[in-house]
């Protein structure tokens, strides 16, 4: 019989402490339901951009986090035994440590939000926000990385076994130091790497760059590798080392304004001037011409042609890339229909004498 009370009071005992759980995840719950109500009504009248960054971060997290408080608060008033509340705080400290780890990721977001909505990129000059997107970028997921690590160490080191275990390690660290430098060494190369390329930028996110003879845009630097989003959308993928080590096109390092040329190979008899007249009349005609720099040379004679250089400027790569197949194709629209005679062709001549005297022997 007192067996029977002894375990009907131990089911009553688990019943009320869930219940105690239960409402405190209830009351977190609400009090973080209610912040944020409140903010989003503050947001419809006011709506300063950092209180909404915030607000559109923080919500999940703190929807997890404010519950686990409330629950840490009641722990102690809890009827269970020291077994169950030890397992039970255990479990706590762990969600507290992976919601406030997850708290500090989000806050990242907001830092890069802050930086984008100050500075936008979507403009024609835009190196100086270039430079700071890239330098965020790559630190963004340098403070992610190490908030994980250390929220990973921190759970890890909470238990027993695993804290015996590193101290074991430790005794051994320099062996284990020689070996995981060895085994690390290219990960540690390219996180060096890295950090060249954000602090003295040779490549930024958005730069134009001719890389591996493929012409495209910086999409994305990661820790590890960047991301090239060519011009025909496919993406070629280089690891962070080849930036350091090879030589590589930056079209937009010192501006975003460009130098076009268009090639063109004629005849001896084509009219320089008159060709020159047409490339400046084409110029004036478009758009894509930003006034500063035009000019049509003859560059290189050789055997069969002469090469005529068209130079000419725009304000950015796309617009070059633009401009030059425009006057490519003008030009040689208007040599094939003015001079056709002076399109590239291969001379044969043939002495008639000569083949008088053949035929007379024959």
């Not at 869930?18 to 006011?46: P, Q």
């Not at 080392?241 to 130098?259: A, C, H, M, V």
């Not at 425009?326 to 094939?336: A, D, G, T």
């Amino acid at each position: 019989m007192d067996k029977k009370i002894a375990y009907v009071r131990h089911l009553d005992e688990i019943a009320i402490g869930l219940a105690i759980l239960a409402v405190a995840v209830l009351v977190g719950t609400l009090v973080k339901y209610i912040i944020f109500r409140l903010l989003h009504l503050y947001n419809r009248h006011d709506n300063p951009y950092l209180v909404r960054s915030l607000t559109d971060n923080l919500n999940r997290p703190l929807g997890f986090f404010v519950p686990l408080l409330f629950v840490s608060i009641v722990l102690t008033g809890l009827p269970f035994s020291e077994k169950q509340l030890f397992v039970i705080r255990r479990i706590t400290e762990i969600l507290d440590i992976i919601a406030f780890a997850w708290i500090l990721v989000k806050l990242t977001d907001v830092a890069r939000d802050l930086v984008q909505h100050q500075y936008a990129i979507d403009k024609t000059d835009n190196i100086r926000e270039r430079k700071l997107y890239t330098q965020l970028t790559f630190l963004k997921r340098l403070a992610v990385t190490i908030i994980i690590l250390i929220a990973t160490a921190l759970i890890l080191l909470s238990f027993d076994a695993v804290r015996k275990l590193g101290t074991g390690l430790l005794t051994s660290a320099g062996v284990a130091g020689i070996v995981v430098g060895f085994a690390a060494q290219r990960s540690i190369a390219n996180l060096l790497a890295g950090l060249q390329l954000a602090f003295t930028q040779p490549i930024r996110i958005d730069d134009v760059l001719v890389v591996e003879g493929e012409f495209g845009r910086v999409e994305e630097i990661t820790m590890t590798y960047v991301v090239l989003r060519l011009w025909d959308n496919r993406r070629l993928i280089l690891p962070l080392n080849y930036f350091i080590e090879k030589p590589f096109q930056n079209w937009t390092r010192t501006g975003s304004d460009i130098l076009a040329t268009v090639y063109l190979y004629t005849d001896y008899t084509v009219p320089v001037d008159a060709v020159r007249e047409e490339f400046n009349r084409i110029l004036a005609g478009t758009e894509l011409w930003d006034k500063r720099v035009s000019g049509l040379q003859v560059t290189d004679s050789k055997e069969r042609t002469l090469e005529l250089r068209a130079l000419m400027s725009a304000n950015s790569s796309g617009l070059a890339w633009d401009l030059r197949c425009l006057v490519r194709e003008k030009l040689v629209l208007f040599i094939q229909q003015n001079y056709p005679g002076a399109l590239p062709k291969t001379r044969s001549e043939f002495v008639v004498e000569k083949l008088h005297a053949i035929a007379e022997v024959s």
